[in-house]
């Protein structure tokens, strides 16, 4: 198949699945067409069936902001007609759905069909803003499919946005020849002194990650048992961060990694992994953990529910009850034995439950039914 695909480019969730998706059609020998505003994260080497068309935007004194949405539909249409595309596959509904709706109007080629791919803040945050919300609700119905990375974020849609049309749930995957407990070349000693455990958060550090909390529940369990915490990413509450760990001196505990590109090669080196957050639509950082042999401790009620095995491979709260998450985590990692039984269940279930060649045959199947529906 030829497919396009738009995704936000930067260190996020939805651009990460995007990129892997397209890196594993490629390899499956379809043809696969990025189309955004920069070269997307990850999609970092050169790689046969694989292309890249940059949208450019023109500044005009007139616009406040360039009209991305605009550019990007006019780069879909150039796209499709030049290349055959089958499908345009966007991922973030916001304004991407919306785009590949005017990228249709426009073709004078064989349509291609639109398949939406709903990530989660897309749904819960930006996409219900009252800003947003009839045209998010038009463009999510004008696909031609549409998918969503778990079944809590589409009955969060359906309930949301009153949508009737089927919508596909296929959860992320996981790449275990580069996520794997044995994905590191790095010490523990880089992190922690002997003894020590490692504690790892990786987020974009926005309000949605309740990023306090981590900090709650690390120096919960940091007065107790010796430990280090790794913080991966950066956003907005990155300097709120900065400014509790000072609060609670614990800057010699705390080490802040800022963006990575490689965080398989971090991840086994960590004990535990933290994600409280608000909302989770999936959480895709907890299942590269736990394809690590990381336990996950997070928060219930959310689309982590579908990936954290309770009692298992992880332990999850309702969002705010750090005492009790710390006390799970000290729980766990005073127990080696269970520990070390943690962290074998949560490699061997992101493999079996989550593993890429199960995934993506999942997407392709569902473009085949899009394509002959
Ligand atoms: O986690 C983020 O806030 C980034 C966001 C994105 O769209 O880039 O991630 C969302 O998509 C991921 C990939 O499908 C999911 O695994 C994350 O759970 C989801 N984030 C939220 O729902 C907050």
Do not use: W
Not at 4 to 30: D, F, K, M, N, W
Not at 150 to 170: G, M, P, Q, W
Request: aromatic letters at 10%; one cysteine or more; a negative charge.
């Amino acid at each position: 198949m030829n497919i396009g695909i738009t995704c936000y480019p930067v260190a996020g969730g939805s651009g990460i699945v995007a990129t892997e998706l397209g890196q594993q059609l490629a390899i499956r020998e379809h043809q696969v067409h990025f189309i955004s505003y920069a070269l997307p994260f990850r999609l970092d080497r050169f790689q046969p069936n694989l292309y890249f068309h940059g949208v450019e935007t023109t500044a005009y004194p007139l616009f406040q902001h360039p009209p991305y949405t605009l550019s990007l539909a006019a780069k879909m249409a150039e796209v499709v007609c030049q290349f055959n595309l089958d499908i345009l596959h966007v991922h973030y509904a916001v304004p991407h759905a919306t785009s590949a709706f005017l990228a249709k109007q426009l073709v004078t080629c064989k349509l291609p069909k639109v398949i939406t791919t709903l990530h989660g803040t897309d749904i819960t945050l930006v996409g219900a803003d009252p800003s947003y919300y009839d045209i998010t609700r038009f463009s999510i119905n004008a696909s031609d499919g549409i998918t969503a990375v778990s079944h809590y974020l589409a009955n969060e849609t359906k309930d949301t946005f009153r949508i009737e049309k089927e919508i596909r749930v296929i959860h992320n995957f996981i790449d275990g020849t580069r996520f794997n407990t044995e994905s590191t070349s790095c010490k523990r000693r880089t992190f922690a002194d002997s003894g020590e455990f490692i504690i790892a958060h990786i987020s974009n550090f926005r309000a949605v990650k309740r990023i306090l909390d981590v900090i709650d529940i690390f120096d919960r369990i940091s007065k107790v048992l010796p430990a280090k915490l790794l913080l991966i990413g950066e956003g907005p509450d990155a300097i709120l961060a900065r400014r509790q760990v000072n609060k609670r001196n614990l800057n010699e505990k705390v080490i802040f990694l800022g963006n990575q590109d490689r965080v398989e090669a971090i991840l086994p080196l960590a004990d535990l992994f933290l994600l409280p957050s608000e909302e989770e639509s999936f959480g895709l950082a907890a299942l590269e953990a736990l394809a690590c042999g990381v336990p996950v401790i997070g928060t219930s009620g959310t689309g982590l529910v579908e990936v954290v095995m309770e009692g298992e491979n992880g332990f999850l709260f309702p969002v705010g009850e750090t005492a009790a998450m710390a006390k799970a985590g000290i729980d766990l990692l005073s127990d080696a034995k269970e520990l070390a039984i943690f962290k074998e269940n949560a490699r061997k279930m992101a493999d079996e439950k989550f593993n890429a060649d199960k995934i993506v045959t999942e997407y392709e199947d569902y473009y085949k039914q899009v394509l002959n529906g």
